[in-house]
């Protein structure tokens, strides 16, 4: 009995030490989230002032201040994957927090100048610089936290970081309501104080198990990982997985790296990181949050600025929470299947409503009241689909398909990919609009997520429970295919895919 309870009671100390060292690393993600709620916010504020320092809403200027963000994101992400091989994958979170710290500070002053040309400068190169961070940090976050955590735990712990995405998207919307009083730069001198937390927390926690047994400090490696996973845990059989599919320290390069990614069996996996970060920007994700004032506007809804807070930021984290328990038991096919199908309903319904309220035969007083629940409704069912599915899970597998000999280059494409389509998005979103109408634009949005419940279903394999070796094992064989379809009866003398 005593036996048991130690056992037990080691268990949760080394559940408590990852969740320890995933919440420190997650402090990163929180500030992701809080740039994009600061940016939607703050764009509100910079509309209505008559002063040098102003940005007006559906101007060149204002779609450069929201996508210089992601597309700082997207040089972060594309440098991170080679840093993180390199460095280390702790080195490599601290080294992302220096350009954050630059691009707040230079947000912050920005206001002090009384030339509207110099205003704009320091903002847009403090929103790259942020971006450019955060980016970098998107990659070396998920990788980390799944390289530390346990194989029956990876999802759960993994979901953390669009977990805290969310909460700092929440507390960005919050402390950008009391427009007036609470100015944009008091928020930025907030977002200096979380980095620099971020940055000290990190020179506390160990370096990724995973990293160390990859690069030829086995002992240390050996020891960390034996840290995390209690001393009554014989890690012995983990190392072996580990180290089993490596290429030799020695020789791993980002030219090796390259030539890995021509093989079929690390070419599909790579395609399909790919095909995941695609779907989960162009199913409209970037269009709602970055705009979420406007289109609630547009739909006539009262206080459109809280609205927006809550049924954006407030419903993301409720539900993301939600996937975060749901994820080790449903797996994640059944969860971005589930997340598509929402996703494509609420963007149809806020499509009607949209096509509703520009129709002529609408009046402003009884249909008004009708118009506005619509569309609130149609934005919580989309970010509670989204977060329980697509927001955390594209992050997870990114990481969890790829083998680790070429995860930081693979990962650091897929980042690249993935904020060079938020780049795209916010900056279009307006000129696309203009084009289509903006219930033209979220009918398309219903369309590309009808397409990826299709491609989860069909192409999506589910790593629910399995190790890196037989994740990597699953796309060098066969089984790859018995995994899509289960009901088809495959023959062991199939061949290869290498």
Known sequence: MKQSLGINGARRSRVILVATFSFVACLGAFLMGFSTGFATQTTDELNSTNSSASITIGTPESSAFNALFPLGALVGGLFAGWASDTFGRKPAIIIGTVPQLIGWVAITVAHLWPIHRAFVSFIFFGRFFAGLGAGWNSLCIPVYITEISPVDKRGFFGSWNQLFVTIGLLVGYCLGIPQGSFHYYYVSVVAIGITAIFMITMLFIDESPVWLLSHGRSEKGER??????????????????????????????????????????????????????????????????????????????????????????????????????????????????????????????????????????????GDAKRYSALAVTAF???????????????????????????????????????????????????????????????????????????????????????????????????????????????????????
Request: proline share 4%; with cysteine; aromatic share 12%.
């Open 224 to 365: 960390v990982l034996q840290r995390l996973r209690g001393s009554h845990v014989d890690v012995s059989k983990e190392i072996d997985e580990i180290t089993g599919n490596l290429i030799q320290p020695e020789k791993i390069s980002l030219c090796r790296s390259l030539i890995q990614l021509g093989r079929c069996s690390v070419m599909i996996p790579f395609l399909l990181s790919l095909g995941v970060m695609f779907f989960q920007q162009f199913g409209g994700i970037n269009a709602l949050t970055y705009y979420a004032s406007q289109e609630l506007q547009k739909a006539r809804v009262a206080d459109y600025r809280t609205v927006s807070s809550l049924s954006v930021g407030g419903t993301e984290v409720v539900f993301t929470v939600v996937g975060v328990l749901l994820v080790e038991r449903l797996g994640r096919k059944v969860l971005l299947i589930a997340s598509s199908v929402g996703m494509m309903v609420s963007s149809v319904m806020l499509a009607v409503d949209l096509y509703l309220v520009r129709s002529p035969d609408s009046d402003t007083n």
């Open 380 to 498: 919580v069912v989309y970010n509670a689909a989204f977060s329980v599915g697509w927001g955390p899970l594209p992050w997870v597998m990114m990481s969890e398909l790829v083998p680790t000999s070429v995860r930081g280059v693979s990962t650091g494409v897929a980042t690249a990919f993935n904020w060079g389509s938020v780049a795209v998005i916010t900056f279009a979103v307006t000129y696309y609009q203009q084009a289509v109408m903006p219930y033209g634009m979220w009918f398309t949005f219903g369309g590309i997520c009808f397409i990826s419940i299709f491609f989860v279903a069909f192409l999506i394999p589910e790593t629910k429970g399995r190790s890196m070796e037989e994740i990597q094992q699953m796309f060098e064989t066969f089984r790859y295919r018995r995994y899509l379809f289960p009901w088809r009866r495959l023959s062991e003398d199939e061949p290869l895919l290498v």
